[in-house]
């Protein structure tokens, strides 16, 4: 049956209806989604995983066709938020943009950021920069939204337009404002990780996983966001299928803690396991000898100031340290743990190629903790010594 020209102007060759037009819609917003979470953050921004050269080019030319975004400058941006993050140099973190800026002028962010030539290429290697990356996707790359346009309103007319509509913004709110945005501003932390990453849902499906930002922050290099039993990631999933498939390969994931009892003194592979894990650690502290104390004591403390117990006030502004350091000052056993919880980071963070060393520290830090008459402290320090990491299973 042919179609008239008011016909093709306003439902295009499909003339589909409304439940068709949702289901189109969500299958093209979510390859997008995993265009992004599978290709361009896991697998070129963190080498966390490797796709067949076909699937991997199907990946780069849909977000080419739906975002014109360019691999090379959109894994550069994203290794600079990780080794910038929540400093003045962090292409897009709400503690220094701010959260309205971030959630709402994402677009802007990573336009500045892509501007920034000499970054590109520091933090831009070993993405594609093959002949048709050179002489289509990057020297034209608001050609692919263009041609999105073209076929959505060939296929849907005036609808396919406001289809197309939404696909451009889809990434712009989730990834750059809710992600980047939301994502270091409100949910729940499984790590105490040196920024401020939350994880915005336990169950990461909307976003392709990417709802679990404070597990991803704690392990950049896992293929897996999901780091807890009751946690899904829909991305992770599509990994596991496709690797069955042979269109995948899993290169990394989060190591897993084993802890060997009777360990009298630090050794190799609890220095191995504490610099793989640090973030576990800390947050072991903090569960396991900070918040004890707190409750043995019965005191009460505002929930941002026993947050500045987990992470050294690191977030507070001037006025809230200074009334924790006030707080610690009037309560010594408190100020002793907080003191050896900024020790043992400190002996963490060291990046010396001196491993004795910082076993030398480690030893004496645990010896310390041992002698300090305080219970959930010696026990922490025993268990620490046991630390291990369990070989990886990647198959």
Known sequence: MSLSLIDLISGGLMQAGWGDLLVYLLVVTQLTIFSVTLYLHRSMAHRSVDFHPVLAHFFRFWSWLTTSMITREWAAIHRKHHAKCETEEDPHSPQFKGIDTVMWRGVELYRDARAQREDIEKYGKGCPDDWIERHLYTPHATMGPVLMLAINAALFGLWGVALWAVQMLWIPFWAAGVVNGLGHWWGYRNFETTDTATNLTPWGFWIGGEELHNNHHAFPSSAKFALRRWEFDIGWSAIKLMEKLGLAKVLRVAPTLD???N??????????????????????????VTLPALREAKLKLPRNLRQGLADDGRWLDDDKRAKLQAWLAERPKMATLAEFRQRLAQVLDDRSHDAQATLAKLHAWCTEAEASGIHALQQFSARLKGYAIVPARIA
């Open 259 to 261: 802890v060997r009892p």
């Open 263 to 288: 360990i009298a003194i630090p050794d190799g592979e609890t220095l191995k396991a504490l610099l793989a894990i640090r973030f576990q650690a800390m947050t072991d502290y903090y569960r396991n």
